[in-house]
């Protein structure tokens, strides 16, 4: 059984910052991506950041140079560290990691709520 942790939201002002953290427990083999989405209030799901198992990472255009993604593959961990936060980042934020062996599997976090006041 599979679980996947977030943690790290909350309220902040307009130009702060907040690290969201993401453990995954559990059997999980062959992890070819970890990463973030974000949904907010009448809008799609969107990809924010994902790290793939070569080393590669990317990003959404609103987000470079604001946001960066990071991993721990022993710990099965990722991270993401948001600075100089805009009131258009207020969403539910949430991790994604992404396994292939016969088929691709995804597991996703509960989400957790990043707000930015203006």
């Known amino acids: 059984q599979v679980q996947v942790v977030e943690s790290g939201g909350g309220l902040v002002q307009a130009g702060g910052s907040l690290r969201l953290s993401c453990a995954a427990s559990?059997?999980?083999?062959?992890?070819?991506?970890m990463g973030w989405y974000r949904q907010a209030p009448g809008k799609q799901r969107e990809l924010v950041a994902a790290?793939?198992?070569?080393?590669?990472?990317n990003y959404a255009d609103s987000v470079k140079g604001r946001f960066t993604i990071s991993r721990d593959t022993a710990k099965n961990t990722v991270y993401l560290q948001m600075d100089s936060l805009k009131p258009e980042d207020t969403a539910v934020y949430y991790c994604?990691?992404?396994?292939?062996?016969?088929?691709?599997?995804?597991?996703w976090g509960q989400g957790t709520q990043v707000t930015v006041s203006s």
């Open positions: 559990g059997s999980m083999f062959s992890i070819i991506s």
């Open positions: 994604n990691f992404v396994t292939f062996r016969v088929r691709r599997e995804d597991y």
């Open positions: 790290a793939k198992s070569g080393g590669t990472t």
